[in-house]
C-alpha cells in the first residue's frame, strides 16, 4: 500500500520541469515547474482530506488535525531544483512525508498531535541567489525588506516574481505564530554524500557543517596574448590557477572541502591575457576554526602567488552559515527509535538547519549510492527510499502518537 | 605641417566608439562606431582629392593616381578594434598613411606608381570571430560561402550585417584583379610587445610567428561542493588549473607564448563542482616545430592530470596559422632605406600577414614602451608615432618615386 502510494507520488512528478535536453530539472521558484509542483502538493493535500494552507511567504502546508497547533510535529521539504538537478534532492521528502502518512493510517495510528507536511519554496536559492528562501523568512532570518530587493539574473524582483505567479508578497517576513504552533521539525532528505551503507541505509544528522562562500578577485592587467613579452605579464589567471590547486590541497590536509566551481573572466578573449579574474570559493569544515583556517591558508597561497605575478588579489566573504547543531534530545529520541543507526553530520543547507535555531528540529539521509547530488545523474535505489518512509513513519508515529 | 596634419586626425578619431566606462573602443564590424571611421576615411580621401573606392569586400580605397595600377604602392591598416582595445592598434597606420602622403606632397614627391591608403574592413574579428575578414576574403584565404555563414553572438549572419550597414554584400570574394595591380603593401602598426626602444622607435617585421587556437575540454562530474568526498570527486576545475600553469612553464622554458585568457564553465555554480570546463589555449612560437612541441608539452600535462583527476580531456585545433616571412627583398630595402633600423618578428596577425602570400608586403612597427595591446592603456609617445609618419614617408617615396 506505502509503496504503491510512493511509486504513483514519484511517477507523477518524475517528468515536471525536467529538461530533455540535459536530463535535469529546472524547478525554479515561482516558475511554471514549480507552479506545477505546486499544484501536485494541494492535490495531494485535499486528496487524503488534509487542510490546505498558502502561508505568508509562499511556503505550503497540509495539515491533519488543528493548524493552530500546539505542540505540532511537522515533516517535509522541498520541492524545487538547482539548475540541471536530480530528481531526489527536496522531492524525496515531501512525497516520503504523504507515504509515511498513508503508512501511519494504514497502521490505524492515532495521532495525539497536530501532524503537518510542508514544502517550503525556493529551498536552493536558484532563481535570487539567496537559499532557503521560504524558511528563511518565516524564521526571520532574512527581513522583509532584503527580501524585496532581491532579483534575478534578468532583475525581476522577487515580490514582482510571486506576484507574477498568482501569490500576494504584501505580506512576508517573519511568521512567529506560526512557529510557536510546532513542537518539532523532522526532515528527509537524500544523502549528498556516500557515508551510508547498503546495511545501513538511513541515518540521523547530527550537525550541518559551518560553511561559506567567499569571492577572490584577481587583478591583472589586459594584454596580448600573442605579444606580450612574459616578463611584462600580469596574468591573473596564473593566480587563479594556483589558488583553485592551494584550496584543494590546503581543504585536504585539513579535512575539510574548499572547491571553486564558478569563475568570470574579463574580456575572456582568446587573445586577451585576461585583465580581471572573479572565482568562487566554497568551503566547509567540520567545525568553524578548521574552516577559518582552511579560508587562511588558501587566502595566503593566492597572496603569494599574486606577488609573483603582479596580481592584486582582493578576498570578500559574500556568506557564512555557522554550525548547526540539531536539538540533541530530538536527534538522540530518533535515533533511539530507529534502533543504533548511523548518526552523521552533513555539509550541506537545509530548511531544516534554518529552522533548527528557532524550534526543534531533526534530519532524516537516505542513502545515496552514487554520492553524485546537484547533477541530472543523481540516484537512490527505491528499496533505500521505502526504508527512509518507514523510518520516518516510525519516527512521526513516536512524537505524535505520544 | 605633417605634425599639425597627424594630430587634426588624431584627435579627430579619438571619440569615435570609446566606451566611457572602460575607456577603451568598441569598433565593431558593421556597427554604428565602425560606420563612423569609414565616414571620417572617405572625407580624408575626398578633402586630399584622391580617387575613393569601396571595394567588393568592404574595404576602403583612397587613390592617387590610377586605381587601375599596375605596380600601385599600398598602404594602410585597420580601423576597427578588439572589444575595449586601444586607440593606436590600426588607426595609427591609417592616420599615419594620410600623414605620410602630406608630408610626401609638401616635399613635392613626384610618384612614378600610383599610391592608395587602405582601411581593411574587420581586421581584429571581435564580430564574426574570424581575424582579417576583410583581407582574407580579398585574398581569397577566406571563401565566399564560408563567409556568408559567419554569425555573430546574437545570430546575425555577416551578409545580413553588411547589408544592415548599407553595404552589398553579394559579390563577396577572392578580389585576384585587385592584387594584379599593386607592386607592395606596406603597413604601419604600433608595435604590441616592448622590443623596439627609445633609441630605436621604428623596426620593420621580419616575420610572424606561427600561431594557433587549441580548444581544451575537461569533462568531469557535476557533484555537490559542500558533500560529494574527496575521493568521490571529478573536478575538472584542478586539472584546467593544472594545465593553466604546464602552458606558462612549458612555454617559458621553450622560449615561446602560451595564454590561457577564455574559459567557460558549466554549470558555473557557486556550490556546484563543475561538469565542463573548456578553456582556450593561445600559442604562438618563432617557428613552427617549436610550437608544436610546446602544445604537446601542455597536452601532455593535461592528460596526466586528468588521470588523476578521473577528468577526460579533449584537445581540439580550432585555427592554426603557419609562419609568415615577409618578402625578403622588400624588407631589406625598407631596413636599408631607413637606415639600420631593427628587424623583428612579431606574434600578432595582421593583414600584412594575409596578403604576404600574394603580393610583396611588408610592415613598419612603431614603438609601444609599455608594451600593453588590445587594452584601454595602449599607448604610444607623440614623437614616436611622428617619427613613424616619416619613416613611412621615406619608405613609399622610395618605392613609388623611383
Chains 1, 2 share one sequence.
Not at 142 to 160: K, M, T, W
Request: aromatic share 8%; with cysteine; net charge negative.
Amino acid at each position: 500500500m506505502t509503496e504503491d502510494s510512493f511509486r504513483r507520488m514519484w511517477s507523477e512528478l518524475l517528468p515536471v520541469g525536467r529538461s530533455a535536453a540535459s536530463g535535469g530539472y529546472r524547478r525554479f521558484a515561482w516558475n511554471s515547474a514549480d507552479a506545477e509542483c505546486r499544484a501536485w502538493f494541494e492535490e495531494q493535500a485535499r486528496s487524503r482530506g488534509l487542510t490546505y494552507e498558502l502561508d505568508r511567504n509562499g511556503n505550503q502546508w497540509a495539515w491533519l488535525g488543528d493548524p493552530q497547533g500546539p505542540g505540532a510535529v511537522v515533516t517535509g521539504s522541498h520541492l524545487d531544483s538547482v539548475p540541471d538537478g536530480g530528481a531526489y534532492d527536496g522531492p524525496l521528502g515531501v512525497v516520503s512525508s504523504f507515504a509515511a502518512l498513508d503508512e501511519l493510517r494504514s497502521r490505524g495510528a492515532e495521532f495525539d498531535k497536530p501532524l503537518a507536511i510542508v514544502n517550503f519554496g525556493d529551498e536552493e536559492g536558484a532563481r535570487f541567489g539567496v537559499a532557503c528562501i521560504g524558511s528563511r523568512l518565516t524564521a526571520g532570518v532574512l527581513g522583509r525588506e532584503q527580501a524585496y530587493e532581491l532579483r534575478d539574473a534578468d532583475g525581476v524582483r522577487l515580490p514582482d516574481a510571486m506576484e507574477t505567479a498568482g501569490y500576494d508578497p504584501a505580506a512576508i517576513g517573519a511568521d512567529d505564530d506560526r512557529l510557536a504552533r510546532i513542537g518539532a521539525f523532522v526532515e528527509l532528505h537524500v544523502e549528498q554524500g556516500r557515508y551510508l551503507t547498503e546495511e545501513h541505509p538511513v541515518g540521523v544528522a547530527s550537525a550541518i557543517w559551518p560553511h561559506g562562500r567567499w569571492r577572490f578577485d584577481f587583478h591583472g592587467e589586459a594584454n596580448h596574448a600573442g605579444t606580450t613579452r612574459v616578463e611584462d605579464r600580469r596574468d591573473p589567471m596564473l593566480t587563479y590557477a594556483e589558488t583553485v590547486l592551494a584550496a584543494r590541497t590546503k581543504a585536504q590536509l585539513a579535512g575539510a572541502l574548499a572547491t571553486f566551481g564558478k569563475v568570470a573572466v574579463e574580456p575572456n578573449g582568446t587573445n586577451a591575457i585576461a585583465s580581471l579574474i572573479r572565482g568562487w570559493l566554497d568551503s566547509r569544515a567540520a567545525d568553524e576554526a578548521t574552516l577559518e583556517y582552511v579560508v587562511e591558508e588558501i587566502r595566503q597561497a593566492a597572496y603569494e602567488r599574486g606577488e609573483r605575478d603582479g596580481v592584486r588579489v582582493e578576498l570578500t566573504r559574500e556568506s557564512y552559515t555557522p554550525v548547526v547543531d540539531f536539538d540533541v534530545p530530538l536527534r538522540d529520541r530518533l535515533a533511539k527509535r530507529l534502533g543504533g543507526v548511523p548518526v552523521l553530520p552533513t555539509g550541506a543547507g537545509h530548511d531544516a538547519g534554518i529552522l533548527a535555531s528557532v524550534i526543534p528540529t531533526a534530519m532524516l539521509f537516505v542513502r545515496n549510492p552514487s554520492g553524485i547530488s546537484h547533477s541530472p545523474a543523481e540516484y537512490a535505489e527505491e528499496t533505500d527510499c521505502l526504508t527512509g518512509v518507514t523510518a520516518l513513519a516510525d519516527v512521526l508515529e513516536d512524537l505524535a502518537c505520544e
